[in-house]
């Protein structure tokens, strides 16, 4: 990257998305996009917005409201050559193709001893925040980072979107993207070239030597608003964005707590078997030795998403509930 | 119109070599010579054969967890498939996916599939790649009876009519759903009667008459490859074995007579009777046919017997492709 500050646009998440999706298909006539509503109407939250306008029904086709044959037509096209981008509009949707992404895209190639490959990208929308209730709302990363031939990114912010989605169309295996629908509007430097960030690398957004504190999506933002606060009391949190959740930089990860023998691991889905299980018993594996307290998590409770936006607030980690987990880590001896 | 004595011919090859490479797979597999499930094609043909007849290596199919006839029909050879059955280093997918995910790409051939329903779905993305390079090639999905009660053939069936893919749908109705006959799991007799639902065309077929399938098959794959879209091709036929294994009698969710009664309008007999009568083919030319096929099945199992199985190190590789770029 050339990150020359005068020259750099802001762009929203969701129009880094979509600058990526562009150049890719301006650079590659096999790329193509398919899903619901994704046509004239620019999908549900504008992330192909102008896309069919400018590539023509062709290459940017509206799909039926059919899950299973929407990833059917990645599986089916990337296996002859094409390299697809398909859109599933809420991850909670992704549930109802759960053969197609679990059976078929993820495990042909090994099936077929290796002489598929899957060139397929399955974008979608996760999280909460948006009282859009239990089945538009949940964070199910964990279920397809438990499925080996998947790949699964997660970008927090605008930059790492582009580059991560350019990565993602670019990879010869089937990955997941999945957006934020709350980071949807959030701004940041977006150069303008295609640029590319390489999946499985993690990015420490904030140094520190206290605690590292593991978030990813969202939660980042509100890890570095926990951090600061922290801060002013002397607290030094080192903040680590794995950004690809499959593969994981566990590297990065372990190496950082073993220097600060302290780690939170946050995310927005239920605490029981999410991420936070698995980097931790890694770093019990890892750096067992090195550890001044167990583990820490801050993660939902293991509940559906609710409704009412007093008991959504209840149920999402924030800046605050991460601050207490960081002080509760450190007043271990 | 008549097919040509060479078309015959070829037809009654692919159907001999189906029947002789399934007829080896079961005695090795109750010799215990075979891990894993075995479900056989034998029965059924005349309707992979007759409708791959009209497929080139560069139109793609999708397959079931009964797959074996249809990579024969679309050229598969003996020994790497025997090999993948017997889970060896050579076998068409390195002895990774076996029976259930026997596949050849190369060939157009895009896997059995343990999954039933889930072929359909995978044959309009194939489909969907033909129409969008413009090609002329094709994608033909075969599946069962049972199948078309799953979603997600309705999903593909009607997404390939709404993007006018050019996709075929080959339904092999051998009246039962694993071990429960047609009749207890769906109200209509037809499966064809489901092609209108989507905006098809759909026609029954003798699938125990490899001429009439090739000829329906036919009149779909050039309906698709003309660009007019999907048809359905319903092929009454029949598994001789069990839905798994060999064993083909005295088992309850069939009569012994029932299975008597289809083995009489046995596909390979009546194309032979036919061929003969009509002076098309000779005896010759049948018994060459499967004299050759005996040879390849000979070679085949041997050539699987004696290859290694894969090297235990491999067991992570393949998992995902190393991007390049």
Not at chain 1, 154 to 179: F, H, Q, W
Not at chain 1, 199 to 219: C, I, N, Q, Y
Not at chain 2, 97 to 107: A, F, K, N, Y
Request: aromatic content about 6%; hydrophobic content about 45%; some cysteine.
């Amino acid at each position: 990257m050339s990150a020359t500050t005068t020259d750099v646009r802001s762009l929203t998440y969701v129009q880094a998305f979509n600058e990526a999706v562009r150049q890719c298909m301006e650079a590659d006539d096999s790329v193509f996009c398919a899903g619901e509503d994704v046509g004239a109407f620019g999908g549900v939250f504008g992330s192909f917005a102008g896309l069919q306008a400018r590539f023509g029904e062709r290459r940017v086709v509206d799909t039926p409201i059919s899950e299973q044959a929407i990833i059917g037509l990645g599986v089916g096209s990337a296996v002859s050559g094409l390299r697809p981008i398909v859109d599933i509009m809420f991850m909670d949707f992704l549930l109802v193709a759960l053969d197609q992404v679990v059976n078929q895209a993820a495990k042909l190639k090994y099936m077929f001893g290796g002489k598929a490959t899957l060139p397929l990208t399955i974008t979608t929308a996760g999280g909460g925040g948006l009282s859009a209730a239990a089945q538009h709302s949940q964070s199910l990363e964990a279920i397809l980072c438990h499925i080996p031939g998947l790949k699964v990114v997660y970008p927090s912010n605008a930059y790492d979107m582009k580059g991560l989605m350019v990565s993602c169309i670019r990879e010869d295996n089937p990955t997941v993207m999945v957006k934020h629908k709350r980071l949807l509007g959030a701004k940041g430097p977006v150069p303008e070239e295609c640029y590319a960030i390489p999946l499985g690398v993690a990015e420490v957004k904030r140094p520190g030597r206290d605690v590292t504190v593991v978030a990813f999506g969202r939660m980042v933002d509100e890890s570095m608003r926990a951090a600061k606060r922290l801060a002013e009391d002397g607290i030094e949190v080192e903040v680590i964005d794995p950004r690809t959740l499959q593969p994981l930089d566990s590297a990065t990860i372990v190496e950082s707590a073993k220097r600060t023998n302290r780690i939170v691991v946050v995310h927005e889905a239920v605490r029981f078997g999410g991420l936070g299980a698995e980097i931790a018993a890694q770093i019990q594996e890892e750096a067992f030795d090195y550890l001044d307290a167990p583990v820490g998590r801050v993660a939902a409770p293991f509940s559906p998403v609710p409704f009412s936006p007093v008991l959504e607030q209840a149920y999402l980690p924030d800046a605050d509930r991460i601050a207490a987990a960081v002080r509760s880590t450190l007043q271990r001896a | 119109m008549d097919p040509t004595p060479d078309v015959l011919r070829d037809l009654h090859r692919r159907m001999v070599r189906i029947r002789l490479f399934e007829e080896a797979a079961g005695r090795l597999a109750e010799a215990a010579k075979l891990p894993g499930f075995l479900h056989l094609y034998v029965g059924e043909e005349a309707v992979a054969s007759g409708v791959c007849a009209h497929l080139s290596d560069a139109d793609r199919i999708t397959s079931t967890h009964r797959g074996h006839g249809h990579l024969v029909a679309k050229g598969g050879r003996f020994a790497p498939m025997m090999a993948e059955l017997m889970g060896k280093a050579t076998g068409y997918c390195n002895g990774k996916g076996g029976s259930m995910h026997i596949s050849s790409l190369e060939l157009g051939m895009l896997g059995a599939n343990g999954i039933v329903g889930a072929g359909s779905p995978i044959a309009v993305g194939a489909a969907f790649a033909s129409k969008y390079r413009a090609d002329g090639t094709v994608a033909v999905a075969f599946f069962g009876d049972g199948s078309t009660n799953i979603g997600a053939f309705h999903e593909a069936a009607n997404m390939a009519c709404a993007l006018k893919l050019p996709a075929v749908f080959v339904c092999e109705n051998n009246e039962y759903g694993e071990f429960t006959p047609r009749s207890k799991t769906m109200a209509i007799t037809d499966i064809v009667d489901r092609a209108a639902g989507y905006g098809m065309p759909g026609v029954i077929v003798d699938g125990m008459d490899v001429v009439a399938v090739h000829e329906a098959a036919g009149e779909a794959i050039a309906r698709a490859r003309a660009g007019e879209g999907p048809s359905l091709v319903e092929a009454k036929t029949y598994r001789f074995f069990n839905h798994h294994g060999v064993q083909n009698l005295g088992l309850k969710y069939r009569s012994d007579d029932e299975v008597a009664q289809w083995r009489q309008r046995d596909p390979i007999s009546l194309l032979e009777q036919r061929v003969l009568a009509d002076g098309s083919l000779t005896q010759a030319d049948l018994d060459a046919t499967w004299a050759d096929g005996r040879a390849e099945i000979d070679d085949a199992i041997a050539f699987a017997e004696a290859s290694p199985f894969p090297d235990p190190a491999s067991l992570l590789a393949d998992v995902y492709t190393e991007t390049l770029r």
